[in-house]
């Protein structure tokens, strides 16, 4: 065992590493001004010499508005507007910081919402008061030796490329051990999102072996949830919880997955205790309000609502949903004025059609909840005409809220022709069909409806059937041509986007790269995965279709890297 | 509060490492010493009634366990610890595995650490010791001086850590409590980790242990 032995003058202090500090441009965010002057002191202790402060969120837009920073210093606690973490996530939505930049959050001590609030658009690392310099130059370089090691995964990650970006972890490991632990944690989360939740498992219960990370634990019982053995998660996240009752993201998934066992009351209860540990995020907020709306719990429902649009106010998070949800919570209460107040408001603050669909959607639920059937069928008939008027159809979800709402109301053609619509884009989903027919039989349409599907379903297979016989008789040509028309035809069908992508690269792989294919390729993918995130045929086509680009195929480098890459996998993914 | 004994602290901290104690031979200097020792200790107490109570007998604090390279633990130790060693003339020896790496919640450790350093100052003579090493599959974390040790009392204390007995009575009990939980949440495999009090350390005077799993 090599061992240093050092005396106080030359205890060891935390050298620079390869990165000149002093050059750097700093940003000092904290309300209080004894701590901004001690800040740029240590600052300025490590060298450092362009420093500015801001005394508040709304000032620290302003100068991250002028200025690509380096480094920021933000306090989480900035008494009134923003919060540390408002602020960090506009800078992050508004592309205002680079990706070499550096956020680290200090607080005056590490509690549950400073640090677990936020989901996504973490900082760099989070730091307690007081700040001293060693500390302060340990963390920086720490968080810029990390930054490097995960540059090329962060790369690959915005490319959707996950696979590749999940065999780059493992490379890196091999280099970093210091990094092993984040590495297969985000390992883990790329498997996933490359739809391969049994190698995503493998690297959990690895990490589980060593040590009870929280995250692993959730992790496996998302899985889990994502398999539908709802009840065996449901006690992975209590288990969590047990352990750690601070652990925000467990209560989240528990209460999902109390939701999908149909217990609504107990998600509820779950929702109002994770908000009450960590208030601040606007979609636990939101979740809260609709969970409560669904089991009548009105004065829940309209605290939450509030608190979501109160918080959402200052957060780039700021959703439609909250308004809409308002607007229900006040047609409960026979509020109509309000109601129809807030979803002017949401179509003023949320602009486009889609806004405007759903607004009438809301409209019309209020009327007929509250029981005025005369208006709540006007409402239908606008929103029919709206339909007539806009090609383009919203998500199957929403798709059928709007059948029911307009069967409710007495319209018929258009909700049907919405139900074929969705059966038509997942023709080959018997649960989703069965739903659509059951819509059919509530609105004494059983006959009608099961001849739509039965025809909705055959003209899907059809188009499928036709592409794919081309493609296998050798016409590949063809085939690409007629799935372009079917995707006119059924723009939301999976199976349809996925085979049509990958003739598409077919066609690539055989007749050499062709910029015009490649970008029809890719917004095929990305409409795919707009639709359904987290495909295991999404992922194998984004692969395939980044080799295809000039220069990114295999140099000789490449190939060593990704040999190595694969001696180094988990014998799981051998 | 943690604002004001913050600034208070680097204040303090500032103005020492600016007069060095062979150009001030004055009463201040030792007196300043003595406060900045005096404002550690409170925000040290402050920052582990934090941790363990921020609401009334719930602990909130979120556990992170992370990979951390022992160099740079011992770095961040001794950094926080240099201006006050400097002003009480007292040298801090460190002793560590060059490239050993261990996974625990960084700033739970470094707290624990500072504040047993800190309690060093007051029990050594000249000589505070930091020694960390792997022992039997665990990290083994020791803060020794040469003074004239623990008082029995702290000794007893040290022994009774983790058995219901309520240290905030004791004057050193918070400290101790403090890094009997932090110890206690770090868990791996079978094991907890601990702490304890010794006499007669390698320097002559007592020894604080943290062990990590």
């Not at chain 1, 240093?4 to 700093?26: I, N």
């Not at chain 1, 969970?291 to 959703?319: D, M």
């Not at chain 1, 979800?397 to 307009?406: G, Q, R, S, V």
């Not at chain 1, 990114?552 to 480098?557: D, G, I, K, L, N």
């Amino acid at each position: 065992m090599s061992t240093t032995y050092v005396t106080a003058a030359g205890a060891p202090t935390s050298e620079s590493a390869d990165v000149e500090w002093s050059e750097k441009r700093y940003l000092i965010v904290d309300d209080f001004v004894g701590i901004r002057q001690l800040l740029r002191e240590s600052l300025r202790n490590i060298g450092a010499r362009h420093i500015d402060q801001a005394s508040s969120g709304g000032e620290a837009m302003t100068l991250l508005l002028r200025t690509h920073y380096d480094v920021v210093l933000c306090d989480f606690n900035l008494g009134e507007g923003k919060n540390g973490q408002q602020v960090l996530e506009e800078a992050r939505v508004r592309n205002l910081m680079i990706p070499s930049s550096v956020w680290l959050m200090v607080s005056a001590e590490k509690s549950v919402e400073s640090v677990m609030g936020a989901a996504e658009h973490q900082p760099d690392a989070y730091i307690i008061k007081p700040i001293t310099e060693g500390v302060l130059l340990t963390r920086l370089n720490r968080v810029w030796h990390k930054k490097q090691v995960f540059r090329e995964i962060d790369a690959a990650y915005i490319e959707k490329d996950y696979l590749r970006a999940a065999r780059l972890c493992d490379a890196q490991v091999a280099q970093h051990k210091v990094h092993e632990i984040d590495l297969m944690r985000m390992k883990a989360t790329l498997l996933l999102k490359a739809g391969e939740p049994d190698k995503a498992r493998a690297v959990y219960e690895r990490l589980l072996e060593e040590r009870e990370f929280n995250w692993a634990r959730t992790g496996l019982g998302r899985i889990r949830m994502a398999n539908g053995d709802h009840e065996a998660a449901r006690q992975m996240f209590q288990g969590v919880i047990a352990e750690n009752r601070f652990y925000i993201d467990a209560y989240d998934q528990l209460a999902t997955s109390l939701t999908l066992l149909g217990r609504h009351d107990d998600a509820c209860g779950v929702l109002e205790k994770a908000a009450k540990l960590s208030p601040n995020a606007v979609q636990r907020q939101r979740s809260l309000g609709n969970t409560a709306l669904r089991i009548g719990n009105i004065p829940l429902a309209e605290h939450a609502f509030r608190k979501c649009l109160a918080i959402g106010e200052y957060s780039i998070n700021k959703t439609v949903d909250a308004f809409f949800g308002m607007a229900r919570v006040c047609g409960q209460k026979n509020d109509i004025k309000e109601a129809l107040r807030l979803l002017a408001a949401a179509q003023r603050d949320f602009p486009g059609e889609l806004v405007k669909l759903r607004a009438k959607i809301t409209e019309g639920l209020v009327y007929h909840e509250s029981g005025d059937f005369r208006r709540a069928r006007k409402s239908g008939d606008e929103l029919e005409a709206l339909l007539g008027k806009e090609k383009k159809r919203p998500q199957t979800a929403l798709c059928i809220e709007m059948a029911t709402l307009l069967f409710a109301v007495g319209v018929k053609d258009a909700p049907a022709e919405l139900l074929c619509h969705v059966v038509r884009n997942n023709h080959d989903n018997p649960v989703l069909v069965e739903e659509v027919q059951a819509i059919f039989d509530k609105a004494r349409l059983s006959e009608e409806g099961m001849a739509m599907i039965a025809e909705a379903r055959r003209e899907a297979s059809e188009m499928m059937n036709k592409g794919v016989l081309l493609w296998k008789t050798g016409k590949l040509a063809e085939a690409v041509e007629w799935m372009r028309e079917a995707r006119v035809r059924l723009p939301d069908n999976m199976r349809i986007l996925f085979n049509s992508a990958q003739m598409l690269i077919n066609q690539m792989q055989l007749h050499g790269y062709d910029e015009a294919l490649m970008i029809e390729a890719n917004g095929v993918l990305m409409h795919v995965d707009e639709l359904a995130a987290g495909q295991q045929r999404f992922a194998q086509l984004v692969e395939q279709l980044q080799m295809l680009i000039p220069g990114r195929a295999q140099t000789p480098e490449a190939v060593d890297a990704e040999l190595e890459a694969l001696r180094g996998a988990a014998p799981a993914e051998a | 509060m943690k604002n004001s004994i913050s600034v208070l602290g680097g204040t303090l901290e500032n103005l020492l490492d600016q007069a060095r104690p062979e150009t001030h031979s004055g009463p201040e200097y030792p007196q300043m010493a003595q406060m900045l020792y005096q404002t550690r200790r409170l925000s040290d107490n402050l920052m582990q009634l934090l941790a363990l109570y921020k609401e009334v007998g719930k602990p909130t604090y979120p556990f992170e366990p992370n990979t951390v390279p022992v160099r740079e633990l011992v770095q961040q130790v001794a950094g926080q610890a240099r201006v006050l060693l400097e002003s009480k003339g007292i040298v801090l020896e460190v002793q560590y595995p060059a490239d050993l790496l261990w996974t625990f919640d960084e700033d739970l450790v470094i707290g624990v650490l500072a504040h047993a350093v800190n309690n060093a100052v007051r029990y050594t003579r000249d000589r505070i010791r930091l020694t960390i090493g792997e022992r039997d599959g665990m990290l083994e974390l020791t803060v020794a001086d040469n003074g004239m040790g623990f008082p029995p009392s702290m000794l007893e204390a040290g022994t009774q850590v983790g058995q219901g007995v309520n240290f905030l009575t004791n004057s050193s009990g918070l400290g101790l409590f403090f890094a009997s939980e932090v110890a206690r949440m770090h868990r791996r495999r079978q094991l907890t980790g601990a702490i304890r009090l010794e006499n007669a350390g390698p320097l002559g005077g007592g020894r604080f242990v943290l062990m990590l799993p």
